[in-house]
């Protein structure tokens, strides 16, 4: 790791990057494509010293509250977090100025800051988005080797769901030839069900690669998965968008199944979902004494 001091936190659209860097290992990461502009090896974190500082300073002159997020880019309990505190602390200040909050991740450490999710939950809405890409276990230590099983994730869920956290799952990327099988997406939606997630993101069958993060996979691909780099190679040269051939199929199977269960998995209205503020306590100074006995 090393410690940068930074002259801003939040983005246009109120969101964050506590830490710049991962150290999960997913094989297929898009962050660390080149376009980022990230000017230190990837596993290196860039621990923003001042980030809680700026929130605060950033939190106090907001006219209107709002949706903070974090966790799109790098994840916020990566495994310095357990040593650093930083997301807490910024999790924290939103608690403390009433805003809401949407946290991504992959890591069952979330768990720590439940009494924090649910504390702004009662004043606002916290969502937590949670990433599941493979079901089965062996794979998943096999592409994502440095983060919690897909088990544990899904366990995580759970316990969001018995807390009324609302949950948000992220069912991306879907690598083709590898774990793009209808056994698989059916297996991720079996636990999507049970822990009755809010939402499914779903951009597709498939991954994005770039440059940085395409020779990275590559690299990987040859280590893991013999003559697949090849075929990778000839199906799609150097395109951007890598789908899968089972996409229609599979997208199909994923709407039906989130229709008939009540998940939403339009991705507009997920996203609608994820930035929509709620004030809980306007609504219920809303609520005048004796006014649910009016229809009586």
């Known amino acids: 790791m090393h410690e940068t001091e930074v002259k801003g936190i939040l983005s246009a659209q109120n969101g964050m990057n506590i830490y710049r860097g991962c150290t999960h290992g997913c094989i297929y990461c898009d962050s660390r494509s080149k ?19 700026l929130l605060e300073d950033a ?4 006219r209107k509250k709002c949706i ?11 495994h310095l977090e357990e040593k650093l505190g930083n997301t807490r602390k910024c999790i924290e200040l939103i608690h403390h100025y009433g805003f809401g909050l949407a946290i991504q991740t992959k890591s069952a450490r979330i ?12 004043k606002s809405k916290c969502v937590v988005q949670m ?6 276990e062996a794979l998943n230590k096999v592409i994502e080797p440095n983060v919690s099983t897909t088990r544990e994730r899904f366990e995580a869920l759970k316990i969001m769901r018995d807390n009324g956290i609302p949950t948000v799952v992220w069912l991306s990327p879907v690598l083709p030839f590898i774990n793009d099988t209808e056994e698989n997406i059916l297996g991720i939606l079996d636990y999507c069900i049970e822990a009755k997630v809010h939402g499914i993101i779903c951009f597709g069958i498939g991954l994005t690669l770039r440059e940085g993060n395409r020779e990275y996979f590559y690299k990987k691909l040859d280590e893991h998965f013999p003559g697949m780099k090849g075929r990778y190679i000839e199906k ?8 899968s051939p089972n996409n229609g199929k599979l997208m199909s199977m994923v709407k039906r199944i989130c229709r008939s269960h009540g998940i939403l998995c339009d991705i507009n209205e997920c996203f609608s979902y994820l930035h929509k503020f709620e004030d809980k306590n306007e609504y219920e100074q809303l609520m005048l004494p004796g006014l649910d006995k009016l229809g009586e």
């Open 35 to 53: 376009c980022y502009q990230m000017h230190h090896d990837f596993e290196d974190i860039e621990v923003k010293i001042n980030a809680a500082e």
């Open 59 to 62: 939190l106090r002159r907001k």
């Open 68 to 78: 903070i997020g974090t966790g799109a880019m790098s994840d916020p309990y990566i």
């Open 111 to 122: 768990l720590r800051d439940l009494e924090l999710f649910k504390k702004i939950n009662e």
């Open 131 to 136: 990433t599941l890409t493979t079901y089965d």
């Open 236 to 243: 799609y040269g150097y395109a951007y968008q890598v789908s």
